[in-house]
């Protein structure tokens, strides 16, 4: 089955840029879609097929997608993004979706 | 816009089913191309996916847990349920539901409600 591979954290001050890797074999060929989570609320769609964001979601959140690395950019870093964030693909092969591990963001 | 919302018991005892419910709001869960979907999270651990359901009825479920999934739709109620048979306190999660765009993403989400797997 395909794996998507996350670091389990990063770190970065405010006012800085974070950047959050999801490795996979090709990855680049398929879609990516990145989720922002905080501690006891359900996952929130912040980027969608790679580079794509949902009405809502501040410009300063972007995506990358290229060879075997996608990428969730956060811009000008702000406390309240702390949070865990999960890349997510849908493994056309086998008809299966499947999770990055998930990276938390800590603000330091 | 579209909510869901599920509702279930919080407490099943090993061996047993874990029957979950989600009601939309806000739209039909016949329009659209849409897949909706179950997720789960056990306790402070990752996101893992269940499976999903057109209203058609055509389901996908996640191979590791195909054998004990069962996904169903009830449009007069704009209803989708799940249910997981023979559990252990490995099922042991919050459970989301959520809508799926076709072969891609989940948005908006459920809530969540966690499940306890326990005697």
Known sequence: SYVLTQPPS?????G???RITCGGNNIGSKSVHW????PGQA????????SDRPSGIPERFSGSN???TATLTISRVEAGDEADYYCQVWDSSSDYVVFGGGTKLTVL | QVQLQESGPGLVKPSQT???TCTVSGGSISSGSYYWSWIRQPPGKGLEWI????HSGSTYYNPSLKSRVT??????????????????AADTAVYYCARGAVAAWFDPWGQGTLVTVSS
Do not use: E, M
């Not at chain 1, 989720?35 to 905080?38: A, P, S």
């Not at chain 1, 996952?43 to 790679?50: E, F, M, R, S």
């Not at chain 2, 996904?71 to 252990?88: G, H, W």
């Open chain 2, 18 to 20: 874990l029957s979950l």
């Open chain 1, 16 to 18: 800085k840029t974070a």
């Open chain 2, 51 to 54: 499976g999903y359901i057109y």
């Open chain 2, 71 to 88: 996904i169903s739709v009830d449009r007069s109620k704009n209803q989708f349920s799940l249910k997981l048979s023979s559990v252990t």
């Open chain 1, 35 to 38: 989720y922002q989570q905080k």
């Open chain 1, 66 to 68: 290229s060879g075997n």
């Open chain 1, 10 to 14: 990063v770190s970065v001050a405010p």
């Open chain 1, 43 to 50: 996952p929130v769609l912040v980027i969608y097929y790679d």
